[in-house]
């Protein structure tokens, strides 16, 4: 069956350092993968979406790799702050059904200044 | 334009009861799915749903239904309720071009099965 694991259930970084999150899956051939965040009692907020033809894609402190051999997608925050402090969500779909997405479980990210 | 909004934010039921939750996706956005959140489970998708029929669903019992009216707006409808269905349902639309869609997501409903 379709498997998404995301590296670590929590991840403590000090502030100023690069967060390197995880996101491994198997049995499933994904068109996209995307990125959310997620604060608690609160619905994730898109961050990045990178097709299966791209390897990388950067959106400010913001980088995620995709590679479709290995299976796994690495999503990177340079310079961390506390404020980005919360969960991550990885998330694949489909074109064929891009209305459902599948999601990891999540790794909660702490900051600490 | 506004963001993905559900309503209620927060409900209480007891166990048997029914329940209506509503989503009202971004401007434009002609498919909604529906996701339930447990701390146990992570993000499971319930159905999705695009021109007011539903295109995909996922592993849920028949107690979970929905629908989608034809302005995009959508309800799903949980009945005889049971403690496990305690949980945060989020709503999410997408513009539906086809290909590599994002799912914008609303602050979800958080019910609380007694």
């Known amino acids: 069956s379709q498997k998404i694991e995301q590296n670590s259930e929590a991840l403590n970084i000090q502030e100023g350092k690069t967060a390197t999150l995880t996101c491994n899956y198997t049995?499933?051939?994904?068109?996209?993968l995307q990125w959310y965040r997620q604060d608690p009692g609160r619905g994730p907020v898109f961050l990045l979406l990178?097709?299966?033809?791209?390897k990388e894609k950067r959106k400010e402190r913001l980088k995620v790799t995709f590679d479709t051999t290995l299976k796994q997608s690495l999503f990177h925050i340079t310079a961390s702050q506390p404020a980005d402090s919360a969960t991550y969500l990885c998330a694949l779909g489909t074109n064929t059904n891009a209305g459902k997405s599948t999601f990891g479980d999540g790794t909660t990210l702490t900051v600490k200044p | 334009k506004a963001g993905v909004t559900q309503t209620p934010r927060y409900l209480i039921k007891t166990r048997g009861q029914q329940v209506t939750l509503s989503c009202s996706p971004i401007?434009?956005?002609?498919?909604v799915s529906w996701y339930q959140q447990t701390p146990g489970q992570g993000l499971q998708f319930l159905f999705e749903?695009?021109?007011?029929?539903?295109?995909n669903k996922g592993n849920f019992p028949g107690r979970f239904s929905g629908r989608q009216f034809s302005n995009s707006r959508s309800e799903m409808n949980v009945s005889t309720l049971e403690l496990g269905d305690s949980a945060l349902y989020l709503c999410?639309?997408?513009?539906?071009?086809?290909?590599?869609?994002?799912?914008?997501f609303g602050p979800g409903t958080r019910l609380t099965v007694l």
């Open positions: 990178i097709r299966e033809n791209e």
């Open positions: 999410a639309s997408s513009l539906d071009s086809g290909r590599a869609d994002t799912q914008y």
């Open positions: 749903y695009f021109s007011e029929t539903q295109r």
């Open positions: 401007s434009g956005h002609r498919s």
């Open positions: 049995n499933y051939s994904p068109a996209y």
